[in-house]
């Protein structure tokens, strides 16, 4: 398995697929279209972001999406995992801790003391980021009205 920053047709392919990212890391709440996704994507990788892809033999098996973050009350910048996301037919194989591995290895490279991700409560990768180390810090609650 090969991990690296996709080529322009990878960047295609991924691009292609957010949106079924999207629905299941919502766990089905949010579907955005395939320009909604290129306008967020772009703002995110105008300020840096980019992409980490998995890839066998020239097949896309997931991918993880990078970033900088900042905390709010001391403006301390952190590393910050915006999207992690392995194609369905490849889930259970342990591609997406590998995923998970290269974003942490690169932050610490970069030299950050945190890294951060949200993830919604009932997420089965919650359990795969505690595996790893990562702690509930913030609750974000709602109430349907």
């Given at each position: 398995?090969n991990?690296?920053?996709p080529?322009e ?63 709010q ?10 999207e ?7 889930r ?5 801790k ?12 970069e ?7 949200s ?6 990768a ?14 974000s ?5």
């Amino acid at each position: 398995m090969n991990i690296s920053e996709p080529n322009e047709g990878l960047m295609e392919t991924i691009l292609s697929l957010s949106p079924q990212a999207i629905f299941d890391g919502t766990l089905g709440e949010a579907r955005p279209t395939i320009e909604k996704i290129r306008q967020l994507i772009q703002s995110l990788l105008d300020k840096g972001c980019f992409y980490l892809a998995a890839t066998e033999e020239d097949q896309l098996l997931g991918w993880v999406l990078l970033g900088i973050g900042k905390d709010q009350f001391t403006d301390e910048k952190n590393g910050f995992i915006y999207e992690l996301f392995v194609l369905k037919e490849f889930r259970g194989n342990g591609y997406a801790k590998v995923l998970m591995d290269a974003a942490i290895s690169h932050f610490q490279k970069e030299g950050y003391a945190e890294v951060r991700l949200s993830a919604k409560a009932e997420n089965f990768a919650v359990k795969l980021y505690e595996n790893l180390g990562f702690q509930t810090r913030t609750i974000s609650m709602s109430l349907k009205l």
